[in-house]
């Protein structure tokens, strides 16, 4: 019912910058909470930023000031604006959906960062 896509990962180096979007796909989008997370090889998949549909965000203290979460209600998309990248912040990143007892995720996007 609910399908989410990501697009935007690739390599990029320290200190530089890379924006995701997601892609929300199906019925009420606005009853959703969105979020950002990743998975970095050997650790469990941990929360970047999340943001309501009343635009209200939270931020992993690890990207805080660094990444911007935000989502366009009449387009159904959100994105995830990140600057001054670090080697640490490599991971796959992956769009997340919430509502209640629903929880639907993408297939996630690889984010490389290295010189």
């Known amino acids: 019912q609910v399908q989410l896509v990501e697009s935007g990962g690739g390599l990029v180096q320290p200190g530089g910058s890379l924006r995701l979007s997601c892609t929300f796909s199906?019925?009420?989008?606005?009853?959703?909470?969105m979020g950002w997370y990743r998975q970095a090889p050997g650790k469990q998949r941990e929360l970047v930023a999340n943001?309501?549909?009343?635009?209200?965000?939270n931020y992993a203290d690890s990207v805080k000031g660094r990444f911007t979460i935000s989502r366009d209600n009449a387009l159904a998309m959100v994105y995830l604006q990140m600057t001054s990248l670090k080697p640490e912040d490599t991971a796959v990143y992956y769009c997340n959906a919430h509502f209640g007892p629903m929880d639907y995720w993408g297939k996630g996007t690889l984010v490389t960062v290295s010189s």
């Open positions: 199906g019925s009420s989008f606005m009853s959703f909470a």
């Open positions: 943001i309501s549909s009343g635009k209200i965000t």
